[in-house]
């Protein structure tokens, strides 16, 4: 195993990113853990941030720890391995505790338990697994850099052609993809350019862009489009949803208002905010 980890980590400059994953799977461990044990009012946990009326979201904290390790990596010496790796340590805590509240920043508003929080724990892994892929030697459209597809061809003008007319395809067939509303489908792509082209191709999803602007004028297309929504996506999400409540927590609260937001906290409820920054609002429910 350490063999394995020095040929394939260290020897390769992946240090900085395998620092950055495992700080990025630890961080939003810990964040979930303790929101969980808030939310619950674990009487010895400390509970949120507070300072005087406001509740400080982690994501703040996130904030800081990417701008410090942001800087920090772009200052470190190049040589400087160690560094760098701490640095990108730093990153990745920060990028888990600002994506734990991404759906918080998607919505701007309260968000955390309700079911668009999803969103969030979504974010988290899709990071997570792409961060994966890279360490585990993958790279986007397959090699490294563009120069890598020229190599590969003869240097002619008509195959420097070729390949950029490629490139140009891959990005037509990825925009598709994503106005199709598959957002996994494109991270995938990512990885494996022929997920381009089954992503393309398919029906889109009815919410999306795609849909909206070309299914209005062909409702046979949309009720296929709807009725491949139900019988194929919806069971999948409801079982990665079952999946998320159990590692992360139940997201089951209605989203707060803005004027629920502004509204003083009653005199029974109890002092201690929930995590996703309800302050003063007492929980009736324990994960």
């Known amino acids: 195993m350490s063999g394995w980890f020095h040929q394939q980590i260290v020897h390769t400059g992946r240090l900085p990113l395998f620092c950055f994953f495992v700080a990025l799977v630890l961080g939003f461990g810990f964040i979930r853990l303790s929101v969980r044990l808030v939310r619950a009012r674990v009487g010895w946990w400390p509970g949120n941030v507070v300072a005087g009326d406001v509740h400080v979201h982690h994501m703040v904290f996130g904030v800081v720890f990417m701008g410090v390790g942001g800087v920090a990596g772009l200052a470190a010496p190049w040589y400087s391995l160690g560094w760098r790796s701490g640095a990108a340590a730093l990153f990745g805590l920060g990028t888990a505790l600002v994506l734990d509240e991404f759906a918080l920043i ?4 309260d968000v955390y338990w309700s079911n668009e929080g999803r969103v969030s724990v979504d974010a988290v892994f899709a990071a997570a697994g792409v961060t994966a892929l890279l360490l585990l030697g993958f790279s986007p459209v397959g090699v490294s850099n563009g120069p890598g597809y020229q190599r590969l061809l003869p240097g002619t003008p008509a195959a420097v052609a070729t390949l950029h007319l490629a490139a140009v395809a891959l990005f037509a067939l990825a925009s598709i993809t994503l106005l199709k509303g598959k957002i996994w489908t494109g991270l995938l792509g990512l990885f494996v350019p022929v997920v381009f082209i089954v992503g393309a191709a398919r029906l889109a ?7 909206r602007w070309r299914y209005a004028g062909r409702p046979g297309r949309l009720a296929r489009a709807e009725r491949r929504e139900r019988q194929v996506r ?5 079982a990665k949803s079952r999946i998320q409540d159990v590692l992360t927590g139940r997201h089951d609260q209605p989203a707060r208002t803005a004027r629920e937001r502004q509204a003083p906290p009653a005199a029974s409820t109890v002092a201690l905010a929930d995590p996703g920054g309800q302050a003063g609002e007492a929980l009736d429910d324990a994960v």
């Open 106 to 109: 998607l919505h701007l508003r």
């Open 205 to 211: 999803r009815p919410g999306s862009p795609w849909a």
């Open 234 to 238: 919806e069971p999948v999400i409801r």
